[in-house]
């Protein structure tokens, strides 16, 4: 029978296996290799003020730029890097990398960084965020982790003590794609949440309706009185984004604003920015 992926592989090939489990294990060889290679980067998408326009905070998204399957998007090589225990290397280098950009920025600019659970349980984990932050000299308070309801499935002294541990060294916390878990309200109760990220899926798609903006609107009513901000997701129109403004969102994010975009186009964003205010307030 035909072999798959040269001699090497011939004597692991099953026909059964499918085309996406293939994939899955050259991904997970290759993921390894790929931060050496210098194949992958950090992207960034702001997060933007609905109420002044102007960027808040910039969301580090990882990209692969693999040499020969292309863009490989999160999606695909996240759950992989978690299976097998790459993530705590990836994560911690994305997390160093995003800092070395946003030292960059002016001040009250803050960088968001996705945290997956398993990241969170590894020994050491505050500790290596930590001295990423110290190694690229971005203050704690300019970082914000986002984290998902999955985190709190198995919820152990881990979970509690990784966020304490940061928390008291001044780094926020989001819950991200807020809707989509579990979505006890428990944990936004015991966790000191800065965020709620409301998930894509309430603002755009084909089950958004009369209900969903219901939902936002209660979610987002709950941050005004917990003194949280609510950020949308997926804002892809301006119909979208005058919605969830009516809502009561503060923040918003999507491709109506930007997509994520390279290191350097994030600091051509915020300077434009600071430009137009500066051409503002010297306006007669
Ligand atoms: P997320 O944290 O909820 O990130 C938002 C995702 O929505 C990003 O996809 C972003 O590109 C996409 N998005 C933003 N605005 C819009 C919009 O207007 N329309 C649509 N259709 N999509 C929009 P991306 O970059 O593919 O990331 C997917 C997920 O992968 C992320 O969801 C996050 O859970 C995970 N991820 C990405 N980067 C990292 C990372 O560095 N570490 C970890 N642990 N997970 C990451
Ligand atoms: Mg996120
Ligand atoms: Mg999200
Ligand atoms: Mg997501």
Known sequence: HAKVGGKNRSRFYDPAMSRTLIR???????????IQRDELSIFFQPIVDLESGRIRTFEALVRWFHPEKGELTPDEFIPVAEETGV?????????????RAAVHWPDDVSLAVNLSPLQIKAPGAALGILSALREAGLDPSRLELEVTESLFLDDNHATAGFIEALSSAGVHFALDDFGTGYS??????????RKIKVDRSFVSGPNVGRKSEAIIRAVAEMGAQLDMEIVAEGLETVDQVSAVRAA???????YYFSRAVPDYLAAVLLAQERATEAVKRTAV
């Open 24 to 34: 899955r294990r050259e991904i997970e060889h290759e993921l390894r290799a790929a």
């Open 87 to 99: 993530i705590v290397t990836l994560g911690n280098w994305i997390t160093a990398q995003a800092a």
């Open 184 to 193: 006890s309200l428990g944990y936004i109760d015991r966790f000191p949440f």
């Open 248 to 254: 009561g969102c503060t923040l918003g994010q999507g």
